[in-house]
């Protein structure tokens, strides 16, 4: 399991031109999952993601999580997350894994998230716009 988390004042996704989720403060997360991620695995995550210490305090210090800022979360599922690209110039998806397994695992994922924040999501395997205004920036990547 990958996730990309972006800090952002402000970002949306859309579908077919219309907009499906949108935040003001919080984190964007772009993931993907890998053959052998599992509850375990999003169990990790989700708390990690909670506590990391990426917001500001009042002394302009990264010394407060999502929990203590009251922000939202906007979940992105990419599979491209896994591309592999050391042969050739196409990237290879192999170790991506499929999408009926990894879009109950994102399902999880984000009902496990939605415990702790608001939780706006794009729509699985769809052709999405997503626009992220980066506060920061701050970008952070976790693998497990």
């Known amino acids: 399991m990958k ?4 800090r952002s004042i402000a970002s949306s996704v859309k579908v077919n031109g219309q ?7 919080g984190i964007v997360i772009l993931v993907g999952f890998t053959e052998g ?19 500001d305090d009042d002394y ?16 992105i599922s990419q599979f491209t997350l896994y591309a592999d690209t050391s042969k050739g110039n196409r990237p290879s998806y ?27 999501t794009g729509e699985f395997g769809a052709d999405m716009f997503v626009e992220i ?8 990547i976790i693998e497990r």
């Not at 907009?19 to 403060?25: F, L, M, P």
């Not at 192999?94 to 706006?120: Q, T």
């Not at 205004?133 to 952070?140: E, L, S, W």
């Open 37 to 55: 991620d599992n509850s375990d695995k999003i169990d990790y995550m989700v708390k990690k993601i909670v506590n990391l210490r990426i917001f």
């Open 133 to 140: 205004q980066n506060d920061g920036p701050v970008t952070i």
């Open 19 to 25: 907009v499906i989720g949108a935040i003001d403060r």
């Open 60 to 75: 302009g210090v990264m010394n407060k999580s999502i929990l203590d800022v009251g922000g939202s979360i906007l979940s």
């Open 94 to 120: 192999i170790k991506a894994m499929s999408g009926d397994k990894a879009k109950l695992l994102y399902e999880e994922f984000n009902n496990k998230l939605k415990n702790y924040a608001k939780v706006e």
């Open 3 to 6: 996730v990309v988390l972006q």
